[in-house]
């Protein structure tokens, strides 16, 4: 891979039309443009900021380590364009699935502490590096300790058991005497009234 | 997902909530979360979705290891404070005693341990007092290890020496009704 068949940084902003097309359109576009050209070089960043987000939420959930997602965003588009540069990403619709399956073998490849990785990055790395707006959005702690005193304290003893303990439903039926479904029930309920919460603290200022 | 190649993909059956939830907290069967996993990489809608859920999850994690998110807490959650570089003062507290102990202003948290026995309690409630006995703290239901023996409670150092004594009733609830009432004290 030549460094000049990635796209630039410098490119923040594709052309409108670009944004209102599919992301398979977006793929069948790239496959016939020229390489090399600007708007090869629209496309591929288009997609990779589309994809990079995307990417960076599978590897969060995964990984659980903001760096190694990162590390996990480049890689994945790295293999993506290459593959779609080389006309061998079959049909263009099933690109979320292809991202899928590459996102997987690199994290198991990475658990088998894989080499090639560090190889890739060191050379390429730093053309696609990701935009810092778009790590997780910042919570206010201020909004969120407000949000946290609307619960009820066995909804707040919820959640410090599954985002701080990590503890599993089944480990926090035992602790909190209800049944693993109550759990996941209460759950996601406590979740769904925080993020309205937070939500509405940023629309009215409270 | 309707996914025309002219258009942007528009999502008609966005993941609900409780699955992306329980996608998050690594609760899906594997089949569903390799489905939920192709879904989002392929939807900015649901993608957004689950992003603004990371964000709330992060916090929540970060709130509760500054130590400001729970008043009963687990020996884990002890060991990520001391591990985060927190100074936490432990006191190893037994019913009707009340040993004097000052707060250097060093710590960052007060750890009471009050010691009892727990194995045949069904449900535990706390009251956090200064000397007069009126509470200006409770937890209804905390949660606890019967088989621990004791019951962790966290107090931030500056609400700890705002008192020159702190009560810890706790209000044990056994099987058939029955409600006993066990009181640490500790004075500054």
């Given at each position: 891979v030549g460094t000049t068949d990635l796209p630039e940084r410098t490119a923040l902003h594709p052309p409108p039309a670009l944004e209102t097309q599919s992301d398979a359109h977006l793929v069948v576009q790239l496959l016939a443009a020229?390489?090399?050209?600007v708007l090869a070089q629209a496309l591929a960043h288009e997609l990779c900021r589309r994809f990079a987000p995307r990417i960076r939420l599978f590897g969060l959930r995964h990984l659980r380590d903001g760096d190694a997602a990162e590390d996990l965003v480049q890689e994945v588009l790295l293999i993506f364009l290459e593959t779609v540069r080389a006309g061998t990403?079959?049909?263009?619709?099933?690109t979320p699935s292809f991202i899928l399956g590459t996102c997987r073998n690199v994290v198991w490849n990475r658990r088998r502490g894989d080499q090639r990785r560090r190889r890739i990055l060191e050379r390429y790395g730093w053309q696609l590096?990701?935009?810092?707006?778009?790590?997780?959005e910042p919570v206010d702690v201020g909004a969120l300790t407000k949000c946290l005193a609307r619960l009820s304290e066995r909804e707040r003893h919820l959640l410090y058991f599954s985002?701080?303990?990590?503890?599993p439903a089944r480990a926090i039926a035992e602790r909190l005497r209800v049944t693993e479904t109550h759990v996941r029930v209460l759950r996601h309920r406590a979740l769904g009234q925080l993020r309205d919460c937070l939500a509405l603290g940023r629309t009215d200022g409270r | 997902m309707t996914a025309g190649l002219a258009g942007r993909a528009v999502c008609d059956e966005p993941l609900s909530w409780e699955t992306m939830v329980a996608y998050w907290l690594g609760d899906l069967p594997e089949q569903d979360e390799w489905k939920a996993e192709e879904h989002y990489l392929g939807c900015q809608q649901c993608a957004d979705q689950l992003f603004r859920l990371a964000g709330v999850a992060a916090a929540l994690r970060a709130w509760h290891r500054s130590g400001?998110?729970?008043?009963?807490?687990?020996e884990a959650a002890l060991a990520a404070l001391r591990a985060a570089g927190q100074q936490l003062l432990e006191l190893r507290l037994t019913a009707g005693q009340t040993p004097n102990q000052p707060f250097p202003p060093e710590i960052d948290f007060v750890v009471a341990?009050?010691?009892?026995?727990?194995?045949?309690?069904?449900r535990l409630d706390l009251e956090l007092s200064s000397g007069?006995?009126?509470?200006?703290y409770s937890v209804r239901d905390a949660p606890f290890d019967?088989?621990?023996?004791e019951v962790l409670v966290l107090c931030e150092r500056h609400l700890a020496a705002s008192h020159s004594t702190l009560l810890f009733r706790l209000h044990l609830h056994r099987a058939y009704g029955s409600v006993s009432t066990a009181d640490y004290l500790v004075s500054a």
């Open positions: 020229p390489t090399g050209s990403l079959r049909d263009p619709a099933q590096l990701p935009d810092a707006e778009e790590a997780p985002f701080d303990e990590e503890l | 400001r998110g729970q008043v009963v807490v687990t341990r009050l010691a009892g026995d727990l194995a045949a309690v069904e007069d006995g009126l509470p200006f019967p088989a621990s023996g």
